[in-house]
């Protein structure tokens, strides 16, 4: 009995010692791409996915004849409704990405804290919930509602802070990210 009492002790007695270590906390978030990279990456081919929808229907089946039809978001494993759900998604977690403070193309700083930044982040927010909702109902008439909504949330930004003209010419790119 007594043999027993002491090695149970022992056991008892490890078990207290060798806690599991605690895991070391996670990295802080590194951001390695400038705005235009995460612009062109995420938002760009997802965008197009919804502007797609607004006249391909997602739930037709590819064209056997088109040698692209196995390469477009409609087809595969997360296909048709599916690819608009999961690209409306991407662009509301997008602005996630987009908020964080990161470089422009040309060095400068994203503009995160104006006014127009942030109400095209906001539009952005808004529109893909829309998109969203829209894609979990299959209605492929509202899609057109929606890529003109997208069309106008990128346009908030886009019309400021790329696409100005500036003496009568475009903007170049070393003037991009800059209201003034």
């Known amino acids: 009995?007594?043999?027993?009492?002491?090695?149970?002790?022992?056991?008892?007695?490890?078990?207290?010692c060798s806690r599991a270590p605690e895991a070391p906390p996670a990295p802080a978030a590194q951001i390695q791409g400038t705005l235009n990279q995460v612009m062109r990456g995420i938002l760009f081919p997802n965008s197009n996915i919804l502007f797609d929808a607004q006249d391909r229907n997602p739930a037709a089946e590819p064209d056997p004849n088109d040698p692209a039809a196995s390469a477009h978001p409609f087809a595969g494993t997360y296909g048709g409704w599916e690819a608009v759900e999961n690209a409306s998604m991407a662009l509301y977690e997008s602005a996630n990405l987009v908020q964080m403070p990161r470089k422009c193309q040309n060095g400068k700083d994203a503009p995160l804290d104006e006014d127009t930044f942030k109400k095209g982040l906001a539009a952005l927010r808004e529109v893909s919930m829309t998109a969203y909702k829209t894609?979990?109902?299959?209605?492929?008439?509202?899609?057109?509602?929606?890529?003109?909504?997208?069309?106008?949330?990128?346009?908030?930004c886009h019309d400021v802070y790329r696409d100005r003209v500036i003496d009568g010419k475009p903007?170049?790119?070393?003037?991009?990210?800059?209201?003034t």
């Open 1 to 16: 009995m007594r043999v027993r009492s002491v090695v149970l002790m022992s056991l008892l007695l490890i078990a207290a």
């Open 135 to 156: 894609a979990q109902s299959k209605n492929q008439d509202a899609m057109l509602d929606v890529a003109d909504k997208l069309s106008q949330a990128c346009s908030t």
């Open 171 to 179: 903007m170049t790119m070393e003037q991009r990210c800059s209201a």
